[in-house]
Nanobody, 114 residues
Framework: QVQLVESGGGLVQPGGSLRLSCTAS????????MGWYRQAPGKEREFVAA???????NYADSVKGRFTISRDNARTTVYLQMDSLKPEDTAVYYC????????WGQGTQVTVSS
């Protein structure tokens, strides 16, 4: 059974950086999209960033220019580099890998606070 394991969350001051990682524990054939979503307290889960199998990227307007999505050469790990973090970035971040099925990570908490 495939599981996505996330790491890299934590507490950071405004203006700081964090790098999230998400690795598939098993083999996922033909991953079309790797992505990140987030959910803040009292809010719905929202799209953050996506990376297609062809290398195209897409970002939510709120994170453009500050966040960067990437993957490893083996295409088993997806990263989210988060720079210039703001308090409104505080949320639980979830990774997603899509083939003919959607696989979700368990979520990792990111807190931006002074």
């Amino acid at each position: 059974q495939v599981q996505l394991v996330e790491s890299g969350g934590g507490l950071v001051q405004p203006g700081g950086s964090l790098r999230l990682s998400c690795t598939a524990s098993g083999s996922i054939l033909s991953i079309n999209v790797m992505g990140w979503y987030r959910q803040a307290p009292g809010k719905e889960r929202e799209f953050v960033a996506a990376l297609t199998s062809r290398g195209s990227t897409n970002y939510a307007d709120s994170v453009k220019g500050r966040f960067t999505i990437s993957r490893d050469n083996a295409r088993t790990t997806v990263y989210l580099q988060m720079d210039s973090l703001k308090p409104e970035d505080t949320a639980v971040y979830y990774c997603l890998m899509k083939s003919g099925y959607e696989y979700w990570g368990q979520g990792t908490q990111v807190t931006v606070s002074s």
